[in-house]
């Protein structure tokens, strides 16, 4: 077995419906080198285990009005189990905050912000996020050029 109770077969399933989440079961089994029904079962217990968390269409973000992108960091006034699961939750209901991360150092949480511009960023900064419970201050960088940014996770998928 490989990662996480995952044989090497199961690594080449993760690797191609990564890449392809519309791939048919057809194609699948061809590329992992399984007949149509143990593949079949395989994605399907994957499924249930958890290991696949679903599956989703990739949108254009400028298409879509959100192609501006800020990390903004925030600092909290207190940082009590009460004080981040209020800050937690706040953020979960804000569909402008595309991610969080609590991170150790000089400020407690990292989000990505997408908006349609700066001006509609200003907006959401000043009516939304310096208002999430909790919040003392923040630190919004622009970002400039996206050079990176998948979605996708590294599959060690063993040599055929």
Do not use: W
């Not at 990739?58 to 800050?87: C, R, S, W, Y």
Request: charged content about 25%; hydrophobic content about 40%.
């Amino acid at each position: 077995m490989a990662v996480g109770g995952l044989d090497p077969t199961d690594l080449r399933i993760l690797d191609e419906i990564q890449k392809d989440g519309r791939i048919s079961v057809v194609e699948l089994s061809r590329r992992v080198h399984l007949t149509k029904t143990p593949c079949a079962e395989r994605l399907r217990r994957l499924e249930k285990a958890g290991v696949i968390c679903g599956y989703f269409a990739k949108l254009d973000p400028v298409v879509m009005n959100a192609g501006h992108i800020v990390m903004v960091q925030v600092q909290l006034k207190g940082t009590t189990a009460d004080d981040l699961e209020a800050f937690n939750a706040a953020v979960r209901r804000v569909p402008e905050i595309q991610s969080c991360h609590m991170v150790a150092g000089g400020y407690d949480y990292l989000l990505k912000v997408r908006s349609k511009d700066i001006n509609a960023y200003r907006k959401t900064l000043g009516e939304v996020i310096s208002k999430l419970p909790g919040v003392l201050q923040t630190h919004t960088y622009v970002v400039m050029e996206t050079v990176k940014d998948d979605v996708t996770l590294p599959v060690p998928v063993p040599k055929a």
